[in-house]
């Protein structure tokens, strides 16, 4: 029979539905608390009551006695972990810190740090007599205010320790040339931290299948590196060491570490003999699994009255724990993003009493977004210049910070598309002017880049009895449709329908990927995948003998269950013929792909992209509704237009509780959070989404990959958050430096 | 600055230690009622956690996507974490366990109902959909098309629920328009902001005219 898809033309490019969609629709997707294993027990966490101090006493005999439970866990049973030996000068703190040693000893880092998991027959069980361990404190005097201990900030200790960390302060032409501009503006930006809030809870399964190899079935970005991690930590051989996480419901970054509850239910598996299930509750995802850390940025901005920039000075002090120095690229972009002859960066942490953060979706060049765009409408502003045109004048062509070309760079294009499509000529100059009934309308925009990064992975392709191609490697699928896009990638390089594709990801037995992170999948396992593809056709190739020798791979294609010519004609050989050339066997190849040659040195490679939104201020309560949204992307070759329009929307979305809704606040009389559910801590519902329109410029970058992809996920939120608050200043004249813009601060104004 | 003296946890878990005694004590009457001395000095000694909960089991029947289903339950049990953790009806989700993010929408005699909120013993007797019985065996119910074809998800994870929602909001007659629809929709949360896709499933669902 005919394969029908190819006669279309490509599937890269094509609004495929995904590949995983029914499994999702119809319940059939297994997250990761939803394995059945026999004897499975269930763990629940108890969190301290104090931020800083030692627990002098915990009383575990009304949770040991109540009914079905099988262990309770605390520092003083604990079986030790290896990997959690002292450090070897405990008067010294290690470098960049190490990740809470959970149950390893008295000392209490955070408040609800857990100090205790009791494991139970059943859920409800476990929860309840979670209620019943008492611990006692000597608390120490905590610091979890950040304005207060703002001037402490401190440069990292990577950028101490290695001149050429990008953390280390920067400066080109003069520092704080800003200062000789005839047009000079300064100003402080901040925001609460923000919290991931993927919809899935935390969650694990962890189980012993023999002394010395273990399973997890774990909410991860990485199940190489979680299995590293592990293997590590329990002195096991890698192999010993198995991870699950077929599919992630969201994550944002937060699956990117490895968190004390994890170890937690290994360490209760290993004490029960059996599989532990552990879920999160949500208040426990503000304080164990990471967040957007809280940070202050200052701006200092000088300009010429035509609309050049003189120069610019960005100062950040962000947020980390006493244990791990977390880091992110707050400041990096105010480096590249404009033609300033004069630009200072000083980038700084603090250490707090609280949990680590750890990057969350655009993590820092989110938070640098907010501050740098929305000074760059401030300047506009002062010297009454259209903010569109104000970034044109300063457009730059090549890479400021590293004197060389960029790869690709369409902003450009960008800009045109969106202010077509929001109707930017509906802006005016004067802010207050748009007027309906009690609401006062406004426009704003906001640029946003992040690095087309890519690195090594490995793929594994084969040509099984069936027909049908089967793909591996060991990436995860946290909600952008990777293994949709893959399929896509594949169809192309194999010449092979998509329904006769299958990639599986998701599972440490699969070859070699790093985690899903920083926008780089496609770029670095697409890449695999069409190397793989390539590889296994060449495979075949041989396998057909003499009448295939003189044929290039890129002319031959998989299509209707042979081997044969893409032009009409040539040799064919079936899929049966094949395998039994390879003595009945299936074909399989497994390649790795990485960057070569020395693009990467010569080029800077980016991708962009600028959000415009309208608005609507209540004159009289203070409320502001995103009225409609439009995000553009120059983000190299789109290889799933429907995927990646709903991932560019979904990251406008949560740019939309950045800028307007988000903020988790810390009681600083008791160091702990008094947002702790989803009630209290809003995240946009439907109510608060705007139609988003979406536009890519779809023009390859050859340079990052083979497949000339850059990246989607991080600039999807990159920029938003300054385009609402730019948006807020046109309709209200008021300008808000502080996230979340709740409508008592759009009043107070 | 260092405090030797202990300190009071300042979210102690009162409220459970209450419901315990109110159980425990409840359990002793039923026990000095119906069993024989042996329990009741037992429950009187230090064993009552054991004895207790050996009379926190209730009698359930629940039809669950057209399976009758004759169970025995704690009556603190949610009817969320009995269909995840002992009927393995994993498509129905959790998401907050606190009524606030819609993940766990089930049907309840086709209305729809945050199954974290409700305790199972509360449903004796009722019909209960959950996402894995909506569609007719292995044809998709029309709004499960929808989602597929208008990529109403991304992770997936609250699609269950968004679903269920969906099919209820258009039962209830509060799709008329995309401003009802997201009014209607708004409990049901998705973190990775599917939002408009979802209401354009929804439309195209409620415009098509088909029984939902
Ligand atoms: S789990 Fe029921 S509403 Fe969130
Ligand atoms: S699809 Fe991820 S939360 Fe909705």
Sequence with gaps: MKDQLLQDGKAVGDRMSRVDGRLKVTGGAKYSAEYELPGLVHGALVGSTVAKGRITSIDTKA???????????THLNSPKVPGFAAKSNPDEPPAIGQPLRVFYDERIYFNDQPIAIVVADTLERARHAAGLVKAQYAAEAHQTNFEANKSKGFLPTQARRNPKSAQNDYTRGQADGYQSAPVKLEAEYWHESEMHHPMELQSIIAHWEAADRLTVYDKVQAVKGTQRAFAKDWGLPEQNVKVIATFVGGAFGNGLHNWPHETAAIIAAKVTGKPVKLMLTREQMFTMVGYRPKTWQRIAMGATKDGKLVGISHDSVGQTSTYEEFTESTVQQTRMMYAAPNVTTRYRILGLDVSTPIWMRGPGEATGA???????????????????????????????????????????????????????NKRQMKPGSLRE????????????????????????????????????????????????????????????????????????????????????????????????????????????????????????????????????????????????????????????SKPSGDARQNYSMYSFSVHFAEVRVHTMTGEVRVTKMVSCADAGTIVNQKTAGSQMSGGAIGGIGMALTEGAVIDDRYGRYVTRDLASYHVPVHADAPPVEVFFVNKPDLLVDPLGTKGIGEIAIIGVAPAITNAIFNATGKRLRELPVTPDKVLLA | MENEKPQPAPDCPGHNEARRTFLKQSSLLTALALAPGAVVRAAAAELDEKVAAA?????????????????????????????????????????????????????????????????AVMQDGRK???????????????????????????????????????????????????????EYMSGNICRCGAYPNIVAAIQEVRSGGQKV
């Design chain 1, 63 to 73: 949770a040991e006695r109540a009914p079905g439970v099988l262990a309770v866990i």
């Design chain 1, 370 to 424: 907010f501050a740098l765009e929305s000074a760059i409408d401030e300047m506009a502003h002062l010297i009454g210049m259209d903010p569109l045109e104000f970034r044109l004048r300063n457009h730059t062509d090549t890479d400021p910070e590293k004197n060389r070309p960029w790869s690709t760079k369409y902003l450009k294009e960008c800009f045109q598309a969106g202010a077509e499509r929001i109707g930017w």
């Design chain 1, 437 to 592: 009934g009690d609401w006062l309308i406004g426009y704003g925009m906001g640029v946003g880049t992040f690095g087309a990064n890519r690195g090594a992975a490995k793929a594994r392709a084969a040509l099984l009895a069936d027909g049908t191609v089967l793909l591996q490697s060991a990436t995860t699928d946290i909600g952008p449709g990777t293994g949709t896009a893959m399929v896509q990638i594949a169809s192309d390089a194999l010449g092979l329908p998509t329904d006769k594709i299958r990639f599986e990801l998701g599972n440490s037995l699969f070859p070699q990927a790093p985690s899903q992170g920083g926008s780089s999948t496609v770029n670095t396992v697409g890449s695999a995948v069409n190397d793989a593809c390539l590889a296994l056709k060449k495979k075949l190739q041989e396998l057909g003998g003499a009448s295939f020798a003189n044929v290039q791979p890129e002319q031959l294609t998989l299509a209707d269950g042979q081997l044969g010519l893409k032009a009409n004609g040539g040799p064919r050989l079936s899929f049966a013929d094949l395998r039994k050339a390879n003595n009945g066997q299936d074909v399989e190849v497994t390649v790795e």
């Design chain 2, 55 to 119: 009379f926190e089991q209730v009698p359930l029947k629940l039809d669950v996507n057209g399976v009758k289903h004759k169970l025995s339950v704690e009556p603190r049990t949610t009817l969320l974490d009995l269909l995840r953790e002992q009927l393995h009806l994993t498509g129905t989700k959790k998401g907050c366990d606190y009524g606030q993010c819609g993940a766990c929408t089930v049907h309840v005699d086709g209305k729809r109902v945050n199954s974290c909120l409700t305790l």
């Design chain 2, 128 to 182: 209960i959909t959950t996402i894995e019985g909506l569609a007719n065996g292995d044809k998709l119910h029309p709004m499960q098309e929808a989602f597929i074809k208008h990529d109403g998800f991304q992770c997936g994870y609250c699609t269950p629920g968004q679903i269920m929602s969906a099919v209820a909001c258009i039962r209830e007659g509060h799709a008329n328009s995309e401003g009802e629809i997201k």
